[in-house]
């Protein structure tokens, strides 16, 4: 094993793994991926908790699944993501699939275009969840791995013509394209509905296969209609074919449960056998990878997304958690146009989720890191959920401090 080379942490888990080792009592860790409260706590949706009493733990049985996953989570999962209106219209066209949270939906779907689609290209957005990259050269080594632009580093803001531009120029026939269905990691910049619209559009006329990231429903806006409303737009091209990478981790703060499904959704005009082929090939890929996705998240979703009463308090935590998010960027953006700091700010307050796109260059993050204790990724992303009402103070400042 000497030819075994050290991979080093990457991405937040190297700045996680730095922040843990400060020992500064200023120390803010604005790197986390999952929410935490106004204490700055790991937070148990009272939903969640509610579910879990009414499981009645002690005597769960700790069965299988079925190797497609359970149909009482699934069922429901996409009835989420197409809504009630809508659903009962697709779901014979859809082939859906429980799996090992977002990230196992992600590698599933790679490798199921890789062995039975083959496009020639996976399109990424230029800046992306740094697990994209690597799920698709991991899972599909002979699609070719291409970032469309995204980010504009000079406004801050979506940069939609060139994103439009490269992908009517290089796109080819068949390829496949990731979209953020909302909430946009690492940026925090989502189409609006009529660049939405363009899109689908676009997806259409070249025949791509689309792959949206739903990681966020709900936890964006706090209303999982709104959310949602990207996915369902694309589902009313009935031409177009494409898949839904589902995540329960933060949205039910399900985290380290692993509970996610997968949708591929065929065309309309398909037999509904095409969807059931297709998921009987998706079980043939799971099985030679985790056999059967973990139940026990799973089953808290499904009482959670079942139970009129449950479900209605979740709806008042989705609003909790992205009330908290609205308000910390409010308090942030405030304190920054309160120091006169240079520069416009108006980023942070329009952006949606758990991340920012700050705009501080990877030297001004050096300092924020040596001079403040702050912890942040290179790029100048901040995870919102760091912030709460005794830091935001010192973090704006410190921001005052390295722009000026
Ligand atoms: N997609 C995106 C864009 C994400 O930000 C995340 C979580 N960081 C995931 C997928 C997957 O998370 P999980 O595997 O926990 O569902």
Redesign the pocket.
């Known amino acids: 094993f000497e030819a075994v080379d050290h991979k080093p942490l990457g991405g937040p888990f190297k700045i996680e793994a730095a922040y843990r080792g400060d020992t500064s009592e200023d120390k803010v860790n604005l790197g986390i991926?999952a929410y935490r409260d106004d204490a700055g706590q790991p937070w148990l949706l009272p939903s969640v908790a509610e579910a879990k009493k009414r499981m009645d733990l002690p005597s769960c049985t700790h069965e299988y699944s079925p190797l497609h996953g359970l149909d009482a989570f699934i069922e429901p999962a996409r009835r989420l993501v197409f809504g009630a209106e809508l659903d009962p219209e697709i779901a014979p066209f859809v082939a859906s699939m429980q799996t090992v949270?977002?990230?196992g939906a992600?590698s599933i779907i790679a490798k199921f275009l890789a062995r039975w689609i083959q496009p020639q290209q996976i399109w990424l957005p230029a800046q992306t969840?740094d697990n994209h990259p690597h799920i698709w050269r991991q899972n599909a080594p002979a699609i070719q791995v291409r970032d469309y632009p995204y980010y504009d580093q000079k406004t801050c803001s979506l940069d939609f013509a060139g994103l439009m531009a490269t992908l009517e120029r290089d796109a080819k026939e068949g390829d496949a394209i990731l979209l953020?269905a909302c909430a946009h990691?690492p940026t925090g910049i989502d189409p609006t509905e009529n660049q939405w619209k363009d899109i689908a559009l676009l997806c259409e006329k070249k025949r791509m296969f689309v792959v949206f990231?739903s990681?966020y429903q709900g936890f964006a806006s706090g209303n999982l209609d709104k959310d949602a409303w990207s996915i369902r737009h694309f589902a009313t091209h009935p031409d177009l074919e494409f898949a839904v990478c589902q995540?329960f981790?933060k949205n039910l703060g399900l985290?380290g449960e692993r509970v996610?499904a997968l949708h591929i959704v065929t065309s309309r005009n398909a037999t509904p056998s095409v969807a059931l082929a297709i998921r009987s090939q998706l079980v043939e890929i799971h099985r030679g990878e985790v056999s059967i996705a973990p139940a026990f998240g799973a089953r808290v979703a499904t009482t959670v997304l079942t139970s009129e009463e449950i479900f209605s308090q979740w709806l008042e935590d989705l609003v909790l958690m992205s009330g908290r998010i609205k308000a910390m960027r409010q308090a942030l953006y405030d304190e920054l146009v309160a120091l006169g700091t240079p520069g416009s700010w108006k980023h942070v307050v329009e952006q949606t989720g758990m991340f920012s796109y700050t705009g501080l260059s990877t030297d001004q993050v050096t300092v924020m890191q040596e001079k403040f204790h702050i912890y942040m990724l290179p790029t100048g992303r901040i995870s919102i959920c760091g912030l709460r009402d005794a830091n935001v103070k010192y973090v704006a400042r410190a921001i005052d401090n390295v722009v000026r």
Do not use: K, P
């Open positions: 991926g949270s977002g990230t992600n969840w953020h990691n990231d990681a995540s981790s985290y996610g």
